[in-house]
T-cell receptor, first 110, second 116 residues
Framework: GQSLEQPSEVTAVEGAIVQINCTYQ??????LSWYQQHDGGAPTFLSY????GLEETGRFSSFLSRSDSYGYLLLQELQMKDSASYFC???????????FGPGTRLSVLP | EPEVTQTPSHQVTQMGQEVILRCVPI?????FYWYRQILGQKVEFLVS????????KSEIFDDQFSVERPDGSNFTLKIRSTKLEDSAMYFC??????????????FGNGTRLTVT
């Protein structure tokens, strides 16, 4: 089966940099995705890593190390609007669905 | 930008009643999904649907659940006899291609189901 671990909460101040880690165990690996979810809203796609290394998209970057079964989401120049829950997700082995991690609630303080 | 739409946004029903949650996926997408999220918890997979049939389902998706694509646009989730523990936010999602490629899930805004 698949399992993912993330810290439950992270707090940072505006303008800071924060890293949200994700470790996973999966039978077969087809990439690590990150989704953002604001309270009461739908998850929205942020990034996807299939290969080792860093992918950068504006203020957000995502990193993957397949040998360590580990990835992280890096948020730079934090803004209040970044306060949300962040989920890592892996595709289920051989299946069509994504398995989501427990989520990390990020609080950005002024 | 195209989006996934879900109706209703809120649904209150009594235990034992049937409910149908409706979704209109993005029009050129081929893969459709239902996920649910109990308040404050993670997003859980229920079922995926491709080419007019279920491609995968989770343990949660028991005989009380069914999905249907009755026409070219709608995708529905039916719960035949609701239980208190079915209370959750139900998200519909679609993707353009299968999840082996970088084809992200596009989620609707969800239907909050409350079973009393």
């Amino acid at each position: 089966g698949q399992s993912l671990e993330q810290p439950s909460e992270v707090t940072a101040v505006e303008g800071a940099i924060v890293q949200i880690n994700c470790t996973y165990q999966t039978s077969g690996f087809y990439g690590l995705s990150w989704y953002q979810q604001h309270d009461g809203g739908a998850p929205t796609f942020l990034s996807y890593n299939a290969l080792d290394g860093l992918e950068e998209t504006g203020r957000f970057s995502s990193f993957l190390s397949r040998s360590d079964s580990y990835g992280y989401l890096l948020l730079q120049e934090l803004q209040m609007k970044d306060s949300a829950s962040y989920f890592c997700a892996v595709r289920s082995g051989g299946g069509q669905n994504f398995v989501f991690g427990p989520g990390t609630r990020l609080s950005v303080l002024p | 930008e195209p989006e996934v739409t879900q109706t209703p946004s809120h649904q209150v029903t009594q235990m034992g009643q049937e409910v149908i949650l409706r979704c209109v996926p993005i029009s050129n997408h081929l893969y459709f999904y239902w996920y649910r999220q109990i308040l404050g918890q993670k997003v859980e997979f229920l079922v995926s649907f491709y080419n007019n049939e279920i491609s995968e389902k989770s343990e949660i998706f028991d005989d009380q659940f069914s999905v249907e694509r009755p026409d070219g646009s709608n995708f529905t989730l039916k719960i035949r006899s609701t239980k208190l523990e079915d209370s959750a936010m139900y998200f519909c999602a679609s993707s353009a291609r299968d999840t082996m490629t970088n084809s992200p899930l596009h989620f609707g805004n969800g239907t909050r189901l409350t079973v009393t």
